[in-house]
């Protein structure tokens, strides 16, 4: 679906069909529908741009404002794009762009530090400073914002950082929109004073340390009629707020993002051999070929672990693969797969790796 399009019945109840389907299969039918209705929509290249602020936007979580060095302006994007951004450690880590979609100058990303994660985070708290510079990818767009009556918007924590410009756009129509915001505490929700500043729809912010864990029955009592629904956070979180979502209307036209891998779905044991490493790992069933790779190669290069980046693309030497997907052509399929989510059709792989 495309910006101005407004869906007829058939097409109402076909994403009704699929938002149903999504309930009985939700982690399956998520990759499915994406891959399907959403391409990602490349909009930029490759470029280098500095750092021009880094600002605390909440506990933990910090803005970078980048710009390019000589003040040209930089692509356009939509809301609901995300960035590519390459770290001077080699690590790639992908950010939702949340500025102003009309400053053309400047881009801005906001990245929440975990402690326990791939060290992506870390790197961009710990080392990264006003003036230095980052090559970044991009704008893409894989959760784009379309056209509708009204919206309806949840986000969980730092789910806030694509769903920020969309309650923006929202507000700049014109239209009515309605966002629930859960996060542990307001201390560590960034934005809440950006977004208490757009009128004509509805700010709802659940910190559990003031209401309990949120009761999805509850806290999403009602959804809006036409509402385009956008739903962005941790993977439980989604998940309850998807179903809670199409429980009130299951008509509702359904857009969610996720920031963490799908968990693997009838995945069968099989071994890689890593030929240039010279080793042999076991992919257990319950884990992606990316996981059981690290392993034995630690700094392995990755990013969204979702399929749609193609940054853990690897040449296949040997063996049949079952590709899942959402970025490669034909053609690439024919020796190459990527290993954050494809598997093997049966028998053992052999990689360039
Ligand atoms: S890490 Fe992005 S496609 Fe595998």
Redesign the pocket.
């Known amino acids: 679906m495309t910006a101005g399009y407004r869906p007829g019945p058939a097409v109402r109840l076909l994403v009704s069909a699929m938002d149903a389907y999504k309930l009985v299969f939700v982690e399956a039918a998520v990759a499915r529908i994406l891959s399907r209705a959403h391409p990602v929509r490349r909009e930029g290249y490759d470029r280098t741009v500095v750092i021009e602020r880094i600002l605390a936007e909440a506990d933990g979580v910090v803005s970078l404002t980048l710009r390019d060095p000589r003040g040209t302006p930089l692509p356009a994007w939509t809301p609901g794009a995300h960035l590519d951004v390459f770290l001077p450690s080699g690590r790639q880590r992908q950010y939702s762009l949340n500025g102003d979609p009309a400053d053309r100058l400047r881009y801005r990303i906001s990245i929440r530090r975990i402690a326990e994660g791939g060290g992506g985070s870390v790197e961009l708290h710990d080392t990264m400073r006003v003036g230095d510079r980052l090559r970044i990818r991009g704008p893409r767009n894989a959760f784009p914002f379309i056209a509708a009556q009204s919206y309806f918007f949840v986000a969980g924590g730092i789910g806030i950082t694509p769903i920020l410009p969309m309650v923006a756009a929202a507000a700049r129509s014109g239209k009515p929109w309605r966002l629930v915001y859960l996060g542990r505490s307001r201390a560590c929700m960034p934005f809440l004073d950006e977004l208490a500043r757009w009128r004509g729809g509805e700010l709802v912010v659940r910190p559990d340390d003031e209401f309990g864990p949120p009761d999805l029955t509850t806290v999403i009592d009602r959804v809006p009629a036409d509402a385009a629904v956008y739903v962005c956070g941790p993977p439980p979180l989604m998940d309850s707020a998807c179903r809670r979502v199409s429980e009130l209307d299951p008509m509702s036209a359904l857009h969610t993002e996720r920031f963490s891998p799908l968990p693997v779905r009838d995945g069968v044991e099989f071994r890689i051999a890593l030929r240039r490493t010279g080793r042999t790992v076991r992919v257990h069933a319950e884990e992606s070929a990316?996981t059981a790779i690290q392993r034995a190669i630690p700094g392995v290069a990755?990013?969204?672990?979702?399929?749609?980046?193609?940054?853990?693309k690897v040449r296949v030497v040997d063996g049949e693969v079952d590709h899942r997907?959402r970025?490669l052509a034909d053609a690439e399929r024919a020796d190459s797969m990527?290993?954050?989510?494809s598997r093997s059709h049966g028998g053992d792989l052999t990689l360039d790796l």
Not at 302 to 312: E, L
Not at 338 to 341: G, I, K, P
């Open positions: 990316l990755y990013s969204c672990r979702q399929g749609f980046c193609g940054t853990c997907d970025l990527l290993t954050c989510v």
